[in-house]
C-alpha cells in the first residue's frame, strides 16, 4: 500500500506551476495547463498567501474525499462521460522544516507521524490547509488560512483540523475558488458567509451543490448545471435563507436610486457594524466587466480619520460621526482572485475592483436581528439625549440638555450576550457596581451594542487606548419603531465636564417595572469591546 | 424637523430633580424613575425622531426589483 502523504519544502519551489506539477501527477493532466489567466488566479494568490503567513512545509495529503467537492462531483461532474476522479488531494501548511529523506530512500509513515506527534508549538507551527480539486481550471476548494494580519479580519473563526490522529487548529475565514460549473461567484460567496458562522449559529454546512439547488429551487433563468451564468440577487437571497439565516440586503446608493454616486466612505459606513461584529458581508460589485460578488470579511484602519463624516441629528442637536471613518480599505475573499485582499476606493469606470462598484451588501443575519446597524445607531441617540437630561439634573445652576458636550464617535456592534458578560467580568476600567449591574442583567440572545468614544481620544488601531466614554445596550430583537429597544444606557462625566454631578450614570430599562437611575462612582474611559462572539 | 427646545422640558426638570438628589445620596443603588417622567420624556425624544426614524426605514428596506434582478457571477 503506497504512503498517502507527501513533504514539499515550499522554499525549494520557485514558482506556482513547479507547485502544482509536484501537487498532482502527470496523469491528471493538470500539470500541463499553463498557470495563467484568471482561473488560476486563486491558485497563484493561495500560494504567495502560504509564503507571506511562513508556510515552509507543505504535508500533501493523497485521496481526500472532500464533502464539498464530493457534492459538486455527485451534483455535476459524475454525469460527465470522461471521468473525473472524484478526490482531492489536501495541502497542509507547516512552519516547522520537512523531515530530510535520504537520497534513494522513501518518506515512511513513521517519518511523517513523527514529524506531526513532535511539532513544536502546533498552534503557532500549523498554518492551515488547502483542498486542491481534480480541476483544471479550478483547483482550489474548501480551505482555511490564517490571515496575515489577525487583528485586522474579524469574520473568523477556529477550526480543528485531524491529520493521522492528531488534532491541530487553525483560526482563519474560509475560502473556496467558484468552479464555473455547480456554482460562480454568488455560491461562492455565499458559502464562505456561512460556513464561517457555522459553529457560531449553529447552521448546517451547505454545499456550493446545495446553494445552487436552494437557489435555483423556486426561480431559474437558465440551466442550472452548468452554472455559468451566475445567480441574481434574488436567488442568493433565497439561498440564504434556506439555510436558516436571514440575509439582510442594504443598498450602497446614498441618495435616491440612480442620484449621487456610490462613494467608498459610504459602503464602508454601511458594512463596518456588520464586519465589526464578525458578521461577513456579501457585497455584489458592478464594474463595467459586468456584476460579481466577494465576500467583506474585515477592515484596515488609518491612523487618522479617511474622511470627516460628522452630522447633526437635528431633532436632538447630536453631533456626532461614526467610527468607519477611520477605515481605510475592506479585506475580502475574492472567489475569482483569492483570499484576504484589500477593497478599497478607485475609479469606478475601471474593471479594477473598487467599493465604487458596490450596488449592495448582504448580511446573513443570525434569525432575530430585527433591527439594523443603522436603526440601532439612531436608538441610541435617543438613549444618548434621554441620558444627557438626567445628567445635566445633577447641576440645578445650569438649564438642560439633551447632548454631549464633548465630541463624540459612535462604534456599533452586535454582540452575543455571553460575550458582553465575558467583556464586563473582564474589562479592567468599569465601575464594579456596573460590572455587576452588566453580568446579571437579563439580556436577549444578541444585543446591539454602542459605544461612545470621545473623538480625540478614538484610535481604533490601538485595541488599549481608553476612549469609551459611554455605552448603549439594545435590543437586537425588538422593532425600534415601538420605541421599547434600550436595555441600559451609561454615559461617564466625560460626556458633560462642565456639569456638576457624580462621575457617570447608569440609566436602566425596567421591563415592566418603572426605568431606573444610577449614580456611578466611576468614570475613566474604557476600551472597546473587542471580542463580539464566544 | 426643528431641534428640540430644551425649555419645553421644564415638566421633565420638576419631575427629575426628586430623582437625581435621592442618586446622589444612595451611589451605586438604582432609584426608580417615575412612569409620568420617563413617558412624557420618552414620547417628546420619539415623536422629535419620527421623522429620521421612518426616512431611515424606508431607505433600508427599499431594494428595488431590479437591483434584484441584476446578475453576478
Not at chain 1, 436567488?235 to 439582510?248: F, K, N, V
Request: charged share 20%; aromatic share 8%; hydrophobic share 40%.
Amino acid at each position: 500500500m503506497s504512503l498517502r502523504y507527501r513533504f514539499i519544502d515550499l522554499a525549494s519551489i520557485a514558482d506556482e506551476s513547479e507547485l502544482l506539477g509536484a501537487i498532482a501527477p502527470p496523469a491528471s493532466g493538470m500539470q500541463a495547463f499553463a498557470l495563467m489567466g484568471q482561473p488560476l488566479s486563486p491558485f497563484k494568490h493561495v500560494v504567495q498567501h502560504l509564503r507571506k503567513i511562513g508556510a515552509q512545509t507543505l504535508l500533501i495529503q493523497d485521496s481526500v474525499r472532500d464533502p464539498d467537492f464530493l457534492a459538486e462531483h455527485e451534483a455535476f461532474y459524475s454525469k460527465q462521460h470522461r471521468v473525473i476522479p472524484r478526490l482531492c488531494w489536501r495541502l497542509h501548511a507547516f512552519a516547522a522544516a520537512a523531515p530530510i529523506v535520504e537520497k534513494g530512500k522513501e518518506l515512511t509513515a513513521r517519518a511523517v507521524l513523527d514529524f506531526l506527534d513532535t511539532v513544536a508549538d502546533p498552534d503557532r507551527q500549523y498554518l492551515g490547509f488547502v483542498t486542491i480539486r481534480p480541476l483544471r481550471h479550478a483547483p482550489i476548494g474548501a480551505s482555511i488560512l490564517p490571515p496575515p494580519h489577525l487583528g485586522d479580519v474579524t469574520c473568523l473563526e477556529r477550526f480543528p483540523v485531524h491529520i493521522a490522529g492528531r488534532a491541530f487548529y487553525v483560526s482563519g475565514t474560509p475560502y473556496l475558488q467558484q468552479d464555473n460549473a455547480v456554482g460562480a461567484c454568488a455560491q461562492a460567496s455565499i458559502w464562505i458567509a456561512l460556513r464561517t458562522q457555522m459553529k457560531r449559529v449553529g447552521n448546517t454546512a451547505y454545499t456550493p451543490a446545495e446553494l445552487t439547488r436552494a437557489a435555483t429551487r423556486y426561480m431559474a433563468f437558465d440551466r442550472v448545471y452548468p452554472g455559468r451564468q451566475g445567480l441574481v440577487i434574488e436567488q442568493m437571497l433565497e439561498a440564504i435563507r434556506s439555510s436558516g439565516h436571514d440575509p439582510l440586503t442594504l443598498t450602497c446608493e446614498h441618495g435616491v436610486p440612480g442620484g449621487a454616486p456610490i462613494t467608498a466612505a459610504y459602503v464602508i459606513e454601511q458594512a463596518m457594524p456588520y464586519i465589526e461584529s464578525g458578521l461577513p458581508v456579501v457585497a455584489t460589485l458592478f464594474p463595467p466587466s459586468g456584476g460579481h460578488a466577494v465576500v467583506c470579511i474585515g477592515r484596515q484602519y488609518a491612523a487618522r480619520p479617511i474622511v470627516d463624516t460628522t452630522r447633526d441629528l437635528k431633532p436632538l442637536g447630536i453631533r456626532y460621526r461614526v467610527a468607519a471613518d477611520w477605515i481605510e480599505t475592506l479585506v475580502i475573499h475574492n472567489d475569482n482572485t483569492g483570499p484576504y485582499l484589500t477593497l478599497g476606493s478607485g475609479d469606478p469606470k475601471s474593471n479594477v475592483y473598487c467599493l465604487e462598484h458596490a450596488r449592495n451588501l448582504i448580511i446573513p443575519l443570525p434569525e432575530t436581528v430585527h433591527m439594523t446597524a443603522k436603526e440601532a445607531e439612531q436608538a441610541s441617540l435617543k438613549a444618548i439625549a434621554f441620558s444627557c437630561f438626567f445628567f445635566s439634573q445633577y447641576d440645578s445652576t445650569k438649564p438642560p440638555r439633551l447632548k454631549p458636550e464633548t465630541d463624540i464617535v459612535l462604534r456599533t456592534l452586535l454582540v452575543r450576550r455571553h460575550a458582553f458578560r465575558r467583556w464586563a467580568l473582564e474589562d479592567a476600567e468599569l465601575d464594579p457596581a456596573l460590572k455587576d449591574l452588566y453580568r446579571t442583567l437579563e439580556l436577549p440572545r444578541l444585543i446591539w451594542f454602542v459605544e461612545l468614544h470621545d473623538a480625540q481620544l478614538y484610535d481604533p488601531r490601538n485595541p488599549n487606548t481608553c476612549s469609551r466614554i459611554g455605552e448603549i445596550v439594545l435590543d437586537a430583537s425588538a422593532d425600534s419603531l415601538h420605541g421599547d429597544v434600550t436595555l441600559s444606557a451609561r454615559l461617564s462625566r466625560h460626556t458633560l465636564p462642565s456639569y456638576s454631578g457624580p462621575q457617570g450614570i447608569l440609566l436602566l430599562d425596567g421591563g415592566i417595572e418603572a426605568e431606573q437611575l444610577l449614580a456611578l462612582s466611576s468614570g475613566v474611559p474604557g476600551k472597546s469591546l473587542a471580542i463580539p462572539w464566544e | 424637523m426643528p431641534t428640540i427646545d430644551t425649555g419645553a422640558l421644564e415638566f421633565a426638570v420638576d419631575l427629575a430633580r426628586p430623582v437625581v438628589a435621592q442618586s446622589l445620596s444612595a451611589p451605586g443603588q438604582a432609584i426608580p424613575i417615575p412612569a409620568k417622567l420617563s413617558e412624557q420624556l420618552n414620547a417628546v425624544l420619539s415623536n422629535a425622531m419620527l421623522d429620521d426614524v421612518l426616512a431611515l426605514r424606508e431607505k433600508e428596506r427599499s431594494v428595488s426589483l431590479e437591483t434584484l434582478r441584476l446578475t453576478v457571477r
